[in-house]
């Protein structure tokens, strides 16, 4: 066990338990807020996995502004104070609990597939990127070359959310 | 190497958020679950992108944006239920039951 490993362990089983307790908390607000400790757990793991651009957007655009706008809905809703806890009665729970704890099995047992050999680069080939062209280069070039069409269809996409909750908002246009 | 931790922690992650959804009854926290499954996605993502080149780290960029397309256009229905039934319980929106 490197170091290393360690702190990813640390980190993995923060987000799991603070991912259970987001699930679990009766009140939306702690809801909310423990599923930001979830976001901000991720965010380190992700720098521990060489993304740590990605670990920057995680917090600024996640944690920043994702659940400040769930946030706002809920005290906006006024709905905080549960008077008592909306998790389904024992026959909901018994089938929820067991159809998830059978993906759950599917998932653990999809671990053991290793990537075929003649895909996987040299086992550091995000952190040589990163340290020949700089860490945000190394995924703005791409962003900006092959994916430049998925890019541009995604601000269409951000254009539509916009206008669209707009719409559904107001009142009366 | 972290491949394989990721994955465990990735997989436990999704099965979390699929299991608040199957569990609660609120509208706006079934909502944060699927944020929930987004980021346990995302994660898986970042994890086979160390292994795999760049493309993983690209596509949890589109991931992200389609988070917050989703979450704007899903709080501003949920505001106009609110507005109409006063409940954000799934139990009470039931228009559609026979």
Redesign the interface.
Known sequence: MTP??IV??AF?GL??WS??L??TRRN?VA??LW?VV??FA?AA??V????Q??AV??VL??AG??MV??LF??M??N?GR?ARS???GAW??G???L???L??VQ??A??FGA?PPQ???P?D??AR?AAEQGMVA??AR??FST?LV?FEI?SV??L???V???V??K?RL | ??L??????S??????????V?????A??I???V??ML?AV??TF??????????G??F???V??????????G??????I??HRQT??LQNINLLKG
Do not use: H
Request: a positive charge; aromatic letters at 10%.
């Open positions: 290393t490993v990813f362990w993995g987000a799991v991912g259970y987001c699930i939306p809801s909310a599923l979830t976001l991720l793991l992700f521990l996995l060489d993304a651009f990605i957007l995680q655009v996640y502004a994702i706008l769930f809905v809920i906006l809703l709905i549960a909306d998790i389904k909901g729970l089938v929820g609990v159809l998830s704890g993906l759950m998932l653990l999809l671990r990537p895909l996987a680069l086992a080939a995000m990127a190394a995924v791409p962003l994916y998925p995604t996409l951000l539509a959310a916009l669209g909750a707009v559904l908002a009142r | 190497m972290l394989a931790p990721a994955l465990f922690v997989a436990v992650l999704f099965t979390l958020g699929v299991a608040g199957l569990l609660r009854r609120n706006i926290v909502f944060m679950c944020e929930l980021n995302n994660l970042v994890a086979l992108a160390q292994q795999l080149g760049v493309g780290q690209i949890v960029f589109f992200m944006a389609v988070a917050a397309a989703e979450a704007a256009v709080l501003a229905i949920l505001l106009a609110y507005r954000l319980n």
